[in-house]
C-alpha cells in the first residue's frame, strides 16, 4: 500500500482546508486510517483515526469538533475536513493505515507523505 497525501497549503485562521490522501493496492478497505501531524519542533502526534469501513472514528481533543475525518473506499481515498484552523494546527500532517483502529504511531504499517498546512494568525 502506497498513500499519497495533498491538499495542505497556507490559511488564515478561522479558514478551512480539506486533506486528501489517495491509496493504491487492494488492500487499503481493510486498513483503518489515521492522520498525524508534527510541527516544527515538536514530536509527531495523533489527529484522527477512521474504521475501515467508516462506521468508527476517533479524535485527538485539541481537533475535536473542528476536524472531521471521512473515508470514500470505491476511491481508496481518506479525507481530513479541516475547519476553523488555528495557527496551532500549523503542521505537516501525515495519513498513515494500520490493521486496526488505533490511535498509537507505531502499529500504523504504512505512511504517505506529508503535506504542510500553515495557518496565519
Known amino acids: 500500500v502506497q498513500l499519497q497525501a495533498s491538499g495542505g497549503g497556507l490559511v488564515q485562521a478561522g479558514g478551512s482546508l480539506r486533506l486528501s490522501c489517495a491509496a493504491s493496492?487492494?488492500?487499503?478497505?481493510?486498513?483503518?486510517k489515521g492522520w498525524f501531524r508534527q510541527a516544527p519542533g515538536k514530536e509527531r502526534e495523533f489527529v484522527s483515526v477512521?474504521?475501515?469501513?467508516?462506521?468508527?472514528?476517533y479524535y485527538a481533543d485539541s481537533v475535536k469538533g473542528r476536524l472531521t475525518i471521512s473515508r470514500d473506499n470505491a476511491k481508496n481515498t481518506v479525507y481530513l475536513q479541516m475547519n476553523s484552523l488555528k495557527p496551532e494546527d500549523t503542521a505537516v500532517y501525515y495519513c498513515?493505515?494500520?490493521?486496526?483502529?488505533?490511535?498509537?504511531?507505531?502499529?500504523?504499517?504504512?505512511w504517505g507523505r506529508g503535506t504542510q498546512v500553515t495557518v496565519s494568525s
Open positions: 477512521i474504521s475501515w469501513s467508516g462506521s468508527s472514528s
Open positions: 493496492g487492494r488492500t487499503f478497505s481493510m486498513l483503518a
Open positions: 498513515a493505515a494500520a490493521p486496526r483502529f488505533t490511535v498509537a504511531a507505531p502499529e500504523y504499517i504504512y
